[in-house]
C-alpha cells in the first residue's frame, strides 16, 4: 500500500517540472548573450578597464543587492581593478537608483546597477545629460517606458529573448560577470560564485524550478567545500557543515536582511566579503544582534497589525498603522499571509510623508499583476510574482484597497504552483518517503516542500518551548502510529487529550547523531474539544 502512495506522491512532485524544461543542470544554463544588451554592456566595461575609468556599483538593500554587489566586487577584486559602491540606505535614500544618491554618483564615469534601476528614468536622464554611462542590471518588471540608458539588462524586458525570466538580480549579475570574462578573454572559474546567487535566489523568492534549480544546487555544493571566511563563519555559527534551501531561507537570509532591514546594508557586504574569518566572526556578530532587534520588533508589529487590517473579508488584506517600522513591514506581511491564508500588503507612514508598503503573496495569486491594476493611484510601485513594494498618498488609501479588489480578481486564474497537500495517514510516513523527496530536492517558491494533512489525530501531549515559550512541542498518535511533532508560532494553546486536524510537513531530524522523523505542523485547521 505505502508504495502505491510513495508513487502517486512523486508522480505529483515530477508534475511540477513539466512546464519548465524538466531537470535542468548548469549545461542547460542560456548563453550570456542570449540576455539583450548583455554584450554591448560587457564590452563597455572593458573599455571603461582599458581607460581607467571611475567605476561605481549601486546596490539594493536586500539580500539579493548585497549579494548582487559583492559579486561584482569580487570579480573586480579578482581582476584587479578598484572600483566603489553604494548601497542606499532604506531610510535615509530609499529604494534604488533615485535623485536622492546623485551627490555619491558625481565623480563616476560608469555607473552600474544591481538588481535595481529598471524604472529609474529620472536618474538615466541625468546621467545623459552629464556624460555618465548608465548600466542597468536588474530583474523586476519594467514600466512602459524603459530608462534611457547606454545599455539595460532585464530579462523581463518585453524584447528579451532570454527562455528563463524568472531569475534574481545576482543571476543577472553573474550572467555580467560571463559576459565581461569573455570580452576581456579571463580563465576565472565561475562555478565559484553560485554559492552567493543560490543565496539570493532562494531569499528573493525566485521559482526553484528550471536553472534556478541547476543554479541552486550547485551553489549548495559550493557552500560545503567553500573555504571563504564568511561560510567558515556561518558553518561555525549554525554548526553545520552542509545547508539546505531551507538553510538558507530560515537561517541565512534573515541575518544579512536585517542589516538593511533596522539600519545599513552595507553591513551585509562586508559580512560577505570579510578578508578571514576573525572578521567574519565580527560582523556576523553585529548582523546577529540586528536580527535580533528585528525579531522583537516583528513580533511587537505583528500583534498590532492583527488588529489593524483596514479590510478584514477582502481577498489581499492591507494593514496599516502610521508608526511601525518601515524595515520590518515586509516580514510582518508575510506573517499575516501565512496567519490568514491570503495575500497581504503591510503600510506605514514613510519619512516623506507618503505612505509606504511592502507586500507579500503565495503561490495562489501574482500580488504583482493585482497590485499593477492599481497603480495609477500609486506613486511608486515595483517587485516581483510574491513580493512587492509602493508608496501612495494617504488620501489615496480607499481608492487602492477598492481597486485591489479588481486586480486580484483580473490576474489570479490558475495557481501559479502545486502546493501539494494528501491526507497522508501515519503509519505511512518512514525514510523511505522522504527518501522520494530528496530526488526533488532543492525546495522552495514554486517547489514547496510536500505538505500533507492529517485528521482526528490524539494529542498525548503537549508543551512550550522557545525562549520567550512562543513554540509548541507534541506527542501525537494516530491508531498505533506516535510522531513528534513541533509549531513554530503556536496560535492557540492546544492540550493534551484533545483531537487536531492540522498541515503538515515530514522533517528529518539529526540531534546528536541520533536521526528520526518529526512532524512540522503548519497550521493546525481544527480542534476537537
Given at each position: 500500500m505505502s508504495a502505491e502512495i510513495y508513487k502517486e506522491i512523486e508522480q505529483k512532485l515530477k508534475k511540477r517540472f513539466e512546464s519548465s524544461g524538466g531537470f535542468l543542470t548548469l549545461g542547460d544554463l542560456p548563453a550570456p548573450h542570449s540576455l539583450k544588451d548583455l554584450t554591448q554592456s560587457?564590452?563597455?566595461?572593458?573599455?571603461?578597464?582599458?581607460?581607467?575609468?571611475?567605476?561605481?556599483?549601486?546596490?539594493?538593500?536586500?539580500?539579493?543587492?548585497?549579494?548582487?554587489?559583492?559579486?561584482?566586487?569580487?570579480?573586480?577584486?579578482?581582476?584587479?581593478?578598484?572600483?566603489?559602491?553604494?548601497?542606499?540606505?532604506?531610510?535615509?535614500?530609499?529604494?534604488?537608483?533615485?535623485?536622492?544618491?546623485?551627490?555619491?554618483?558625481?565623480?563616476?564615469?560608469?555607473?552600474i546597477?544591481?538588481?535595481?534601476?529598471?524604472?529609474?528614468?529620472?536618474?538615466?536622464?541625468?546621467?545623459?545629460?552629464?556624460?555618465?554611462?548608465?548600466?542597468?542590471?536588474?530583474?523586476?518588471?519594467?514600466?512602459?517606458?524603459?530608462?534611457?540608458?547606454?545599455?539595460?539588462?532585464?530579462?523581463?524586458?518585453?524584447?528579451?529573448?532570454?527562455?528563463?525570466?524568472?531569475?534574481?538580480?545576482?543571476?543577472?549579475?553573474?550572467?555580467?560577470?560571463?559576459g565581461i570574462k569573455k570580452e576581456l578573454s579571463l580563465e576565472i572559474e565561475l562555478r565559484s560564485y553560485l554559492l552567493l546567487v543560490a543565496v539570493a535566489t532562494i531569499a528573493d523568492m525566485m521559482p526553484l524550478l528550471h536553472i534556478n534549480r541547476a543554479i541552486v544546487t550547485a551553489g549548495l555544493k559550493e557552500f560545503e567545500k567553500n573555504e571563504r571566511a564568511f561560510a567558515r563563519a556561518l558553518k561555525e555559527h549554525f554548526q553545520k557543515e552542509n545547508f539546505t534551501s531551507e538553510d538558507i531561507s530560515f537561517l541565512i537570509a534573515p541575518l544579512l536582511n536585517s542589516a538593511g532591514r533596522m539600519d545599513d546594508a552595507s553591513l551585509g557586504v562586508n559580512f560577505l566579503r570579510s578578508p578571514n574569518v576573525y572578521e567574519a566572526r565580527?560582523?556576523?556578530?553585529?548582523?546577529?544582534?540586528?536580527?535580533?532587534?528585528?525579531k522583537e520588533k516583528e513580533k511587537s508589529i505583528f500583534q498590532e497589525s492583527l488588529h489593524h487590517i483596514l479590510n478584514p473579508n477582502d481577498a489581499i488584506l492591507v494593514a496599516y498603522k502610521d508608526d511601525w517600522h518601515e524595515g520590518v513591514i515586509g516580514i510582518v506581511a508575510a506573517r499575516l499571509a501565512k496567519h490568514f491564508d491570503k495575500p497581504a500588503i503591510v503600510l506605514c507612514k514613510g519619512g516623506d510623508t507618503l505612505l509606504k508598503g511592502s507586500g507579500r503573496s503565495s503561490l495562489a495569486c501574482n500580488l504583482f499583476e493585482s497590485v499593477r491594476y492599481c497603480e495609477h493611484v500609486l506613486e511608486k510601485f515595483g517587485g516581483h510574482t510574491f513580493a512587492i513594494g509602493v508608496s501612495l498618498m494617504e488620501k489615496n488609501l480607499p481608492s487602492f484597497i477598492e481597486k485591489l479588489k479588481e486586480g486580484y480578481v483580473k490576474s489570479t486564474g490558475d495557481n501559479l504552483g502545486d502546493k501539494y497537500i494528501y491526507n497522508l495517514k501515519f503509519e505511512?510516513?518512514?525514510?523511505?518517503?522522504?527518501?522520494?523527496?530528496?530526488?526533488?530536492?532543492?525546495?522552495?517558491?514554486?517547489?514547496?516542500?510536500?505538505?500533507?494533512?492529517?485528521?482526528?489525530?490524539?494529542?498525548?501531549?503537549?508543551?512550550?518551548?522557545?525562549?520567550?515559550?512562543?513554540?509548541?512541542?507534541?506527542?501525537?498518535?494516530?491508531?498505533?502510529?506516535?510522531?513528534?511533532?513541533?509549531?513554530?508560532?503556536?496560535?492557540?494553546?492546544?492540550?493534551?487529550?484533545?483531537?487536531?486536524?492540522?498541515?503538515?510537513?515530514?522533517?528529518?531530524?539529526i540531534f546528536r547523531g541520533i536521526t528520526k522523523l518529526q512532524l512540522i505542523i503548519d497550521n493546525i485547521t481544527f480542534v476537537y474539544k
Open positions: 560587457a564590452l563597455r566595461i572593458k573599455e571603461a578597464i582599458s581607460n581607467r575609468e571611475k567605476i561605481i556599483i549601486v546596490g539594493d538593500y536586500d539580500v539579493d543587492g548585497v549579494v548582487a554587489t559583492s559579486l561584482l566586487l569580487d570579480f573586480f577584486d579578482a581582476i584587479d581593478y578598484e572600483v566603489d559602491w553604494f548601497i542606499p540606505n532604506r531610510f535615509e535614500h530609499g529604494y534604488g537608483l533615485s535623485t536622492k544618491i546623485l551627490s555619491s554618483l558625481q565623480e563616476h564615469d560608469v555607473i546597477t544591481v538588481d535595481n534601476g529598471i524604472n529609474a528614468n529620472d536618474v538615466a536622464l541625468w546621467c545623459k545629460q552629464n556624460n555618465k554611462t548608465l548600466i542597468i542590471t536588474d530583474h523586476h518588471t519594467p514600466k512602459e517606458a524603459l530608462p534611457e540608458a547606454f545599455s539595460i539588462v532585464d530579462p523581463k524586458r518585453d524584447d528579451c529573448d532570454f527562455v528563463y525570466p524568472d531569475i534574481c538580480g545576482a543571476a543577472v549579475a553573474w550572467y555580467l560577470i560571463a565580527t560582523y556576523l556578530q553585529k548582523l546577529v544582534q540586528k536580527n535580533e532587534m528585528r505511512h510516513i518512514d525514510f523511505a518517503l522522504t527518501d522520494v523527496f530528496k530526488k526533488y530536492e532543492p525546495f522552495g517558491e514554486a517547489n514547496p516542500y510536500p505538505t500533507f494533512f492529517a485528521e482526528s489525530i490524539e494529542v498525548l501531549s503537549a508543551s512550550p518551548m522557545g525562549k520567550n515559550a512562543e513554540h509548541m512541542r507534541y506527542i501525537l498518535r494516530q491508531d498505533q502510529h506516535t510522531f513528534e511533532a513541533i509549531e513554530f508560532r503556536a496560535k492557540e494553546p492546544i492540550e493534551s487529550g484533545e483531537k487536531i486536524d492540522f498541515i503538515y510537513k515530514i522533517d528529518v531530524n
